[in-house]
C-alpha cells in the first residue's frame, strides 16, 4: 500500500506540522505502508493547461505521477480567505476526472475560523466526489488555537489524527479487497 500525503500550501507552518505529525504516526503505526509526503512548498508545480499529466516534467510531473500511483491520499490544507488554496485547486486541475477513482482520500484541514470547516463540505468534498474519490467522511480540523510554536498542543487533536491515519489504512485495505474480489470473479 502506498499513502502519499499532500501538504496543499507553498506558505505557512501548520499545515506542514500536521502533516509531519501524520507522516510519522503512520509510519510508526504501519511500518509496511510505503508513506511519501509531498509538500508543495518544496516543489515547483506550473499552473495546469489542460496536457494530460503523464506530459508534464520537472517537479509537475513528479508530483502528479506520485499522486496517481497512491493507493490513498492524505490531504492536508490551509482554509486561506474561505477557500482551499490555489496550489491545491492547481493539483486537482492538473489530475484527470477521475484520477481518485480506486483511491481513498482523506483531509487534515488547518484553519484560523471554526467556520471554515464549511469550506471541507462545501468546497474539497465536492472536488473529491467528482473526481471519484472513495472519501473518508470524517476529517481532522484544526484551529489556530490547538497550535504553539509550531507544535500541536491539544492531545484531542493528536487523537483524532492517529485515527484518521487508522480509517485511511483499514478503509483502503477495505477497498483493496473487496476490488480483488470483484476482479477475480470475470472470466479473463
Do not use: C, W
Request: no cysteine; proline share 3%.
Amino acid at each position: 500500500m502506498k499513502i502519499v500525503g499532500l501538504s496543499g500550501s507553498i506558505v505557512g507552518s501548520k499545515t506542514r506540522t500536521a502533516m509531519d505529525y501524520m507522516i510519522n504516526e503512520t509510519i510508526k503505526k504501519y511500518p509496511d505502508v510505503e508513506v511519501v509526503l509531498i509538500d508543495l512548498a518544496d516543489y515547483v508545480v506550473q499552473f495546469s493547461d489542460g496536457r494530460n499529466y503523464l506530459e508534464y516534467e520537472g517537479d509537475t510531473g513528479f508530483v502528479t505521477k506520485t499522486i496517481m500511483e497512491a493507493d490513498a491520499i492524505i490531504i492536508g490544507t490551509p482554509i486561506f480567505q474561505a477557500s482551499i488554496p490555489a496550489t491545491l485547486k492547481n493539483i486537482f486541475d492538473l489530475l484527470p476526472v477521475n484520477a481518485f477513482r480506486d483511491k481513498v482520500v482523506s483531509m487534515l484541514v488547518t484553519a484560523g475560523s471554526p467556520k471554515h470547516y464549511l469550506i471541507v463540505e462545501q468546497q474539497l468534498k465536492p472536488i473529491l466526489a467528482y473526481m471519484k474519490a472513495q472519501i473518508v467522511q470524517t476529517y481532522v480540523f484544526i484551529e489556530e488555537k490547538d497550535f504553539h510554536r509550531k507544535e500541536i498542543v491539544n492531545d484531542d487533536v493528536l487523537f483524532r489524527i492517529d485515527r484518521l491515519v487508522e480509517d485511511t489504512v483499514v478503509l483502503t485495505e477495505t477497498y483493496t479487497t473487496i476490488r480483488e474480489a470483484k476482479e477475480e470473479t470475470y472470466d479473463f
